[in-house]
């Protein structure tokens, strides 16, 4: 059992002025998980009349991607390649003091203590980041031959969970990140190719609109990366990026006249 | 009340049922679809599949879910693959044997005609999910790779590393994207499906709760589909996210929708022990692992060496030993009782006795240690995280928890409710598995319903339905509205002294205990006692802080439990009047000499549908007879 102090950002809504709250945290288990002593916090708070502290978490088991606190002013705290809900308390030591804050980005507005709004993320998707494929009309599986090499590149890039970890890490609060795992997920495929261009120029503009910050290569984000999502996916995007201002131009002159 | 329980299967021999429907169902031309609008509550594997393949065809959708992004329904943690009938190994595989596989995985109690379109449509699936730029494992010359997996000889799972479900999920996200982007989508984050209106006998639309405004709302519709998942949460702990709950589908029940065989609850074998009191889940560790890892107890009692300390011939690989022809890989409703089995014996390991060890030695011997991390690395490393010991050198320790809900609201052969207009798909509905699932086909079934089925019988459900418009300012929504209102300030006034999460946690371990891997009359009756009195405390003594006009968490939940408090009743009943055993249901008095499960064909082979009929009174059941043309009825044997 350990005993700690917390310092936790509370802010009653999305216009509310916020601030941070201390509460001891006495007997907590070294085996629990971090969500699992807030919610031990959580209890006791409640039975003391008070409002309990609201954080997004849902599997637990570091898919989903829903958690998301910075944790002494690091995305998902201490253990590397480890979301919030499977880090646990084994990692702390009795008499720490831990503040937890949520993301911190412009894009990712505060809903209300530690959640946040990051639909901005389901919106660069919606741009394009996905394959056209109407249901019903696809060949055989196997009809396509994708090299091993490949699909593992594209594999490492697909783990992304979608957190906003790499944002919150990031000086510049830049998306590049999330952004560049999709488009290398989908480019390095075969099936992933006829939309390549036009998918990595919706993309970027999209998330330039949504007001994240530039990418200026400091690599916060794959540190932070619960998933340990590699800058290299970067350096893919701003290639693919780069073609397409010559690939979109030539196709829009083919495309001209013909219907 | 009378319901009506007719399963309309089509005529014609099992092969050629779903081709022959398909060309008899009606269609809904394109200009018409417009003027159809539906709803899908739910985002997971079904839901976004199903959005997405509805609006492709040409209706408005709009798609609710409670979480903050519709990519993060509990779908996303399915680990280990999904099941289709390729027969890419050679190994012998064919749509047949998927079937029969699947019959016999659930013990013979799923409707014979839904599992063969299941296993029908299961390569279609593929193929879907590979246009879409699904990632599946590779071999070396470019082809898909298989693994084996639970209650099958062949190899016929797909799988993304351990991240299946995932990456299945994120194609389907990525398809219900495009149609948000294009504007036939209309997508609702952060909303709660609260209740289901019917009108004139028919699904006409959902109330709904804003959670971040707290604000209630109705949306009108030609047709709802529910897409909400199980309810294994009901347990309190379990594999489930926090969030998942059975509150629309009960709210569906109160309103008519039949519910089937409620008992039928999924044991997963492969989780990791429960390690205190904090514990809030419990995880899955992929039964994929089955593969490769060994499942052993020591044979004495009380053993307590460390592991490494326990010579061979000290062992008992009870699986081995007890199925020789499956071994590892029996199925799990079989693999979670013989752990059970050991455990009460006095042979289980690590803090409390209630482990059994996963081993993985052997595989590392004969493999090396770097095939086994290409396998499974992510989920050894979970493993570590979660427990600080490390499965490359000590075995891994699992036990049985709640994994998956076979039962659900009934459905016919279109996969429509006894509502009609009111259709459910996936893990919500009482589905294919019978009374027990075998490990990669949630993700099929989910995917088959939402890609391949729902898109077809929804179009035959509204060209005959002949539906007038209804607006939501209709007296059925405002009364639902008023309802929600009504229940919602009982909670918010409430000043009790306990917590939502203490009355979840109570009603989990009465169910466990009585209604989990082994049930009987007396305990279940005694759980039919205590859960009402349960229920009537949480009603009088619960606390939930904060207001109605806001995002409250707590608020959520308080709704969720005050409705798995009713729920839980409706499985014990279930279980107690279904007194045979049959897969994950087991009930003590229905086994074989050897301790196995005991059918009761004679009087137990039908769906139970239970119709409601009001606060305070006893629910109908009906019987869905089940009768088998196309497999053998045997009892199941995987020695």
Known sequence: MIDLTLHVWRQASREAPGEFVSYAARGISEHSSFLEMLDVVNERLTREGKEPIAFDHDCREGICGSCSMMINGEAHGPQKGTATCQLHMRKFKSGDEIWIEPWRSRAFPVLRDLCVDRSAFDRIIAAGGFITANTGGAQDANAVLVPKSRADIAMDAAACIGCGACVAACPNGSASLFTAAKITHLAMLPQGQPERYRRVEAMVARMDAEGFGGCTLHGECQEACPKEISIDVITRMNRDYIEAQFATRHEAKAGAGSG | MTLELNAHVPAGPIEQKWDAHRFAMRLVSPTNKRKHTILVVGSGLAGASAAASLAELGYPVKCFCFQDSPRRAHSIAAQGGINAAKNYQNDGDSVRRLFYDTVKGGDFRSRESNVYRLAQVSVNIIDQCVAQGVPFAREYGGLLANRSFGGAQ????????????????????????????????????????????????????????????????????????????????????????????????????????????????????????????????????????????????????????????????????????????????????????????????????????????????????????????????????????????????????????????????????????????????????FSDHGANRLGASALMQGLADGYFILPYTIGEYLAGAKLTPVETSHAAFKGAEREIAERTKRFVGSAGSRTVDDFHRELGKILWEQCGMARNAAGLADALQRIPQLREEFWRDVNVPGSDRELNQALEKAGRVADFLELAELMCRDALQRKESCGAHFREESQTPEGEAKRDDEHYSYVAAWEYQGEGKPPVMHKEPLTFESVHLAQRSYK
């Open chain 2, 154 to 429: 062949v190899s016929r799972t797909f799988y993304a590393r351990g991240q299946t479900g995932q990456q299945l999920l994120l194609g389907a996200y990525q398809a219900l994207e495009r149609q948000i982007g294009l504007g036939n989508v209309t997508m609702f984050p952060r909303t709660e499906m609260l209740d289901l209106v019917v009108i004139d006998g028919r699904a006409r639309g959902i109330v709904v709760r804003d959670l971040v405004t707290g604000a209630i709302t109705s949306h009108a519709a030609e047709a709802v589909v529910l897409a909400t998942g199980g309810y294994g949460n009901v347990f309190y702990l379990s594999t489930n996210a926090k969030g998942s709950n059975a509150t629309a589908i009960w709210r569906a029940y109160k309103r008519g929708a039949a519910f089937g065989n409620p008992c039928y609850t999924q044991i997963h074998p492969t989780c990791i022990p429960v390690s205190g009191d904090y514990q809030s889940k419990l995880t899955l560790m992929s039964e994929s692992l089955r593969n490769d890892g060994r499942v052993w107890v020591p044979k004495a009692k009380g053993d307590a060496r460390a592991p490494a300390e326990i010579p061979e011939a000290e062992r008992d690989y009870y699986l081995e030993r007890k199925y020789p022809s499956y071994g590892n890989l029996s199925p799990r409703d079989i693999a979670s009782r013989a752990a059970k089995e050991v455990c009460d014996e006095g042979r289980g390991v690590g803090p409390g006795g209630r482990g059994v060890y996963l081993d993985f030695a052997d595989a590392i011997k004969r493999l090396g240690a770097p095939a086994i991390a290409e396998r499974y690395g992510n989920l050894f490393e979970m493993y570590e995280r979660i427990t600080g010991e490390d499965p490359y050198r000590r075995p891994m320790r699992i036990y049985p928890a709640v994994h998956y809900t076979m039962g659900g609201l009934w459905v016919d052969y279109n996969l429509m409710s006894t509502v009609p207009g009111l259709h459910v798909i996936g893990e919500a509905n």
